[in-house]
Nanobody, 115 residues
Framework: QVRLVESGGGSVQAGGSLRLSCTAS????????MHWYRQAPGKQRELVTS???????TYIESVKGRFTVSRDNVWNRVFLQMQNLKSEDTAVYYC?????????YGRGTQVTVSS
């Protein structure tokens, strides 16, 4: 059974930093591309960043230069380092992966940025 557990959210002022973590189980982690999505109140969930098993990553334009995704293929964890946070980054952040055509999400972790 695939399980994704996020942690590390919280409340910060604009310009602050947070580091999110996601621990995965039930998959051959190093073979899976991992994603971070976010969903702000009243908005659709959006893909923020993806990281392949070899560490290559992509980002949406609005977070480039501020967010950094990384992974630890030994401990089955993926991280999202967020710097220079803005109020528009406020959202629930979800870890995600696919297996056998099915998309799996964790329960999410809340990030609140006050200006």
């Amino acid at each position: 059974q695939v399980r994704l557990v996020e942690s590390g959210g919280g409340s910060v002022q604009a310009g602050g930093s947070l580091r999110l973590s996601c621990t995965a189980s039930g998959i051959n982690f190093k073979l899976h591309t991992m994603h971070w999505y976010r969903q702000a109140p009243g908005k659709q969930r959006e893909l923020v960043t993806s990281i392949a098993g070899n560490g290559s990553a992509t980002y949406i334009e609005s977070v480039k230069g501020r967010f950094t995704v990384s992974r630890d293929n030994v401990w089955n964890r993926v991280f999202l380092q967020m710097q220079n946070l803005k109020s528009e980054d406020t959202a629930v952040y979800y870890c995600n992966t696919m297996r056998a055509g099915t998309s799996f999400y964790g329960r999410g972790t809340q990030v609140t940025v006050s200006s």
